[in-house]
Every structure is written in C-alpha cells, then in structure tokens.
C-alpha cells in the first residue's frame, strides 16, 4: 500500500512531456496590404426645409440621437396661420362644390325632362368642374401648409452621434440653411486604394481582411469602382464590414489585406511563439537539447501564423513554451 500511495505522487510531481510541431510547407493565399480609413456608410448634414427662428436645439456637438428624436424646433406662428389660411380656404371650396353638384344633378334631371336648354347643363357641368378644381388646389394647399408646419420640427434620420453644429438658438434660418451634422455608428465600411498593378489579381477573386491592432475583421461586401484615379493610378475601393462591432470608429486607420494569389509558406501555430519586448521566438529541437531561435512573423491564417524567416521545412519547435517543463 505504501509503494502504491508513492508511486502515485512520484506520477504527479513528473514533468509533462514536451509536445512538439514539426514544420512544413502549405499552400496558403497571398495577401497585399494597404491603407484604409474607417467611415461611416450613413452621414448627413439635416438643413431646415422651411424659414424660422431656432427656438429649441435638444443636442449638441458629440451626444448620442436616437432615431426619430427630435433634435431642433423652430418657431412656428407664420406656419400655423398658413395652416389656417388653408383649412378655411378649404373649406369654403368643398362648400362652394358640394353646392354645385347639386346644382349640376338638378339642372341634369330636368334637362332630362327636355325643360332648360342644352346651354344650361354645360353652363352647370362647366362651374361644378370649375369648383372641383378649386377644391382640390384648396385640399392641395392644406397638405403643403401640414408639411411647412412640420418641416419647424427636424427628427433624426437615424441613430447615431452629432459631429457638427451650424446654428445657434435664436438664429434666423431659411430653407437649405445647414443645421446639424451627424453620423450612424451601426454601419461601417473601410476605404482603401488598389494599385492598378494588382487590379487584375484582386478583382479576380475579391476577398480581404481589415487589420487593425493585430485584430482581424472580416468584410461584408466589397465594391471596386471601375475606374482609375487619372493621378495616383489607383482603384478606390469600398469594404462593408458587419454590422454590431462597436471597436471600429470612423477615422480610424486600418490596414486592408487583399488576395493577388497563392503561394508557398511555413504556418506555425500561434501557440509556439514566444514574444519578448520586440522579439518574436521559438524553441527548436537541437539533437536532445532545444534552442531558442529568432524568427520573423507574417500573416495570420486562422490558429497559425506565416514564417517568413528563421525556420525551414521538417524542423521541430515547441508548443505552449511557457505552460510545459520540457523534456526531449
């Protein structure tokens, strides 16, 4: 009992056995990298649509809006007697109307009865069309005095922050006058430019990934414009990327990594490196002993990582270095 009991704690205190990866060559995609800047898919300036004075801004530069929040009201006098004016107007047309229908019916049942002349119906037909006209101009006039009177009151268009301010309260605005600036965090797209060297090979098979801070996003869509830039002889293009990530924000720079290709490349799995200040490293089985060798990183593929250095093909490095007691 007593051996059984030590050579169970003789097991746990063991070290773990080293686990090793031996390195080969893959056929992996090739990926350029370029510039890019985060933007915002919908920005707007809101301008005022009707002529008043500023009485009321309920947000200012940097606040959150919501949807359908209102943000500005103007005052609203002129637009409510207009607004009156035309209801009036209105309703004296539909009198005016329904009063020639039934002067139209009546003189009709008697033409019918061959006791007026001819003249007398078109005369009757002529004014009810005449008064239905300007009823309906009346009704018209209403609709346009409801829109004036509701244009004194700007909603968001959508959810998003103010990044500018153009008016102070108490300020005189006429239609077209800018108001507000805003913009929408919801959806966001990456700018980049192809040079027109790779064009070919990016169009042929678009696919990409926004880098930022050794983060990858992958895009949603992306749209390259078909034409070049007469200066730069470059290809604007635009990157949707997926709705809901709240740490991209417009004006960020990112780097946009396109596929030109395919090629040949030793993966490694992120596991096996070991990062000091600015140094990238690895353990690499030497005989019985193992040694720490500098190497040089590139893309990420998935779990793994590109070599571009200090490594060949068939060679032995070390996985999770610091979690394991390495033996041979």
Known sequence: MKTLTLLFFTLLQTPSFAQWYQTK?????????????VEAVNKATVSAQTAGRVEKLYYDVDD??????????????????????ALSNAKAAKIAFEQAV????????????????????????????ALEA???????????????????????????????????????????T???????????????????KIINQAKANPQAQVIINGKQFNPKDITVFPYADRLSRTFKTRVDLETGDTSLFPGMTVKVALKVGEKKAILIPHNA??????????Y????????????????SYGDKIEVISGL??????????LAQKTGS
């Open 25 to 37: 060559i893959e056929t992996v995609d090739s990926y350029r990298q370029l510039n890019g800047e």
């Open 64 to 85: 959150f809006v919501a949807k359908g929040s209102v943000i500005v009201e103007f005052t609203n006098t002129e637009q409510k007697a207009a607004l009156n004016q």
């Open 102 to 129: 039934t002067d139209f019916e009546r003189v009709q049942d008697i033409f019918a009865k061959k006791l007026v002349a001819k003249s007398q119906l078109d005369q009757a037909l002529s004014n009810k069309n």
């Open 134 to 176: 300007r009823y309906k101009a009346a009704q018209a006039a209403v609709v346009s005095a409801k829109k004036q009177l509701e244009y004194t009151i700007i909603r968001a268009p959508y959810d998003g922050i103010v990044t500018k301010r153009f008016v102070e309260l108490g300020e005189v605005v006429n239609p077209g």
């Open 178 to 196: 800018p108001i507000m600036e805003g913009l929408s965090l919801n959806k966001l797209r990456v700018v980049t430019y192809i040079p027109e």
């Open 273 to 282: 490196v070991i990062h000091r200040s600015e140094l990238t490293m690895v």
């Open 284 to 299: 690499v089985k030497n005989s019985e002993n193992k040694e720490l060798r500098h190497i040089k990183l590139g893309s």
């Open 312 to 321: 060949s093909e068939n060679e032995e490095i070390l996985l999770n270095p």
